[in-house]
């Protein structure tokens, strides 16, 4: 049964047909084309907050701002980086204005922050920031809706946390295949038919050669 979470939280992937993130060798721009792309900075410009990986920051290096929408605004953007491993040169630091938030564990090393006006370091009380912490707090500084993007280990935290209220899978028509390239969702520890995720889907619609699907968590 999905949680009702304290902020609204909508899951975004670009998926291969055969439901891969990247190649074995991590290889994952660009799965799905322009139209795709375009939908997801809207996706982006109507969320207060955008959250990764701390794998998906060092395989991508993604900027994760909002760009080609007019009056557009980017959201806060957000890193789970336990052991506080995010580079230093990485794009999210190149400031625009947008806030940036990174969230560790208690047991990151202390190290040095680029020098920016707009970064927060976030220290959960655990090793790894728990998803239902995470939410609180994000809630207890105004945020009212985040923008999950990958990778495939958050996707799969989010999902175990029960607090997801949209899933939008966009899906290409390409077939990448091999049992060592990313499945979009990680572990669930789902180990009969019985009890594999139900998702109740609200529409899918075609964005130039892709799909997508837009949907519950039942
Ligand atoms: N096609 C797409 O839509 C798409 C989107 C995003 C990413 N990708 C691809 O996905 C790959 C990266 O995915 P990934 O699964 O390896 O890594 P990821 O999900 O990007 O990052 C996982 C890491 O985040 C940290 N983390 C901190 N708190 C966590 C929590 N509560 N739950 C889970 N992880 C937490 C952990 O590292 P620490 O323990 O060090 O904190 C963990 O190993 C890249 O190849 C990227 O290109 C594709």
Redesign the pocket.
């Known amino acids: 049964m999905n949680k009702k979470s304290v902020i609204t939280v909508t899951l975004k ?3 291969t047909l055969d439901g891969k ?2 190649t074995a060798s ?1 290889h ?1 721009k660009w ?1 799905t084309g322009e139209a795709a792309r375009k939908k997801v900075h809207e996706l982006r410009n109507q969320n207060d907050a955008v959250l ?5 920051v060092i ?2 290096d993604p900027q994760l701002t909002v760009r080609g929408i007019i009056n557009g605004k980017s959201p806060v953007r957000i890193v ?4 506080a ?1 995010i580079p230093e040169k990485s794009k999210i630091f190149k400031s625009d204005g947008t806030p940036v938030i990174i969230v560790t564990g208690n047991k990151a090393l202390s190290r040095k922050w680029p020098n920016l006006p707009d970064i927060k370091i976030l220290t959960s009380p655990t090793e ?4 239902d912490w995470l939410l609180f707090e994000l809630h207890k500084i105004g945020l009212k809706s985040l923008l999950v ?6 996707y799969a ?1 989010f999902l175990k946390s029960s607090f997801v209220d949209r899933l939008v899978l966009f899906i290409s028509p390409k077939i990448i295949g091999g049992q060592d390239a ?1 499945s979009w969702c ?1 572990e669930l520890g789902v180990d009969h038919l019985d009890k594999a995720m139900q998702i109740e889907i609200s529409s899918i619609d075609a964005v130039g050669e892709d799909w997508v699907i837009d949907s519950k968590i039942k």
Request: hydrophobic content about 45%; charged content about 15%; aromatic content about 4%.
């Open positions: 992937a670009a998926l993130i990247a991590g994952s799965i990764v990986g701390i794998n998906t395989a991508d789970l980086d336990s052991m491993r790894t920031p728990e998803i993007e990958g990778g495939s280990f958050i935290s990313l990680g």
